[in-house]
Nanobody, 124 residues
Framework: QVQLVESGGGLVQAGGSLRLSCAASGRTFSAYGMGWFRQAPGKERTFVAG????????YYADSVKGRFTISRDNAKNTVYLQMSSLKTVDTAVYYC?????????????????WGQGTQVTVSS
């Protein structure tokens, strides 16, 4: 079972930046697509960004394109989400996710396992 540990969340003013990190256990990290999802209070968990196992393909929700960047370092078993030009609507708990084998999860149904989540709060 892959263990995921997120870090980097916090409180930031609108227009600011944060970088989230997700460290994964296991020796087959590069074999799996990874992603970030988020869930605001009272709302469903939704896709934010995804990256293939090798890092050559990335995917983004329309709401974050041009502002967020997903990347990974397979030598460190870590995936990152660089968030810039943050808006109050970006406030949510952000979850790291391992995709099912062979895909990059862009929906919750394609997620193999989840991290515990990290809170991101953007103030106006």
């Amino acid at each position: 079972q892959v263990q995921l540990v997120e870090s980097g969340g916090g409180l930031v003013q609108a227009g600011g930046s944060l970088r989230l990190s997700c460290a994964a256990s296991g020796r087959t990290f590069s074999a799996y697509g990874m992603g970030w999802f988020r869930q605001a209070p009272g709302k469903e968990r939704t896709f934010v960004a995804g990256i293939s196992g090798s890092g050559d393909r990335t995917y983004y929700a329309d709401s974050v394109k041009g502002r967020f960047t997903i990347s990974r370092d397979n030598a460190k078993n870590t995936v990152y989400l660089q968030m810039s030009s943050l808006k109050t609507v970006d406030t949510a708990v952000y979850y790291c996710a391992v995709s099912l084998r062979g895909v990059v999860a862009t929906t919750t149904g394609l997620v193999r396992s989840w991290g515990q989540g990290t809170q991101v709060t953007v103030s106006s």
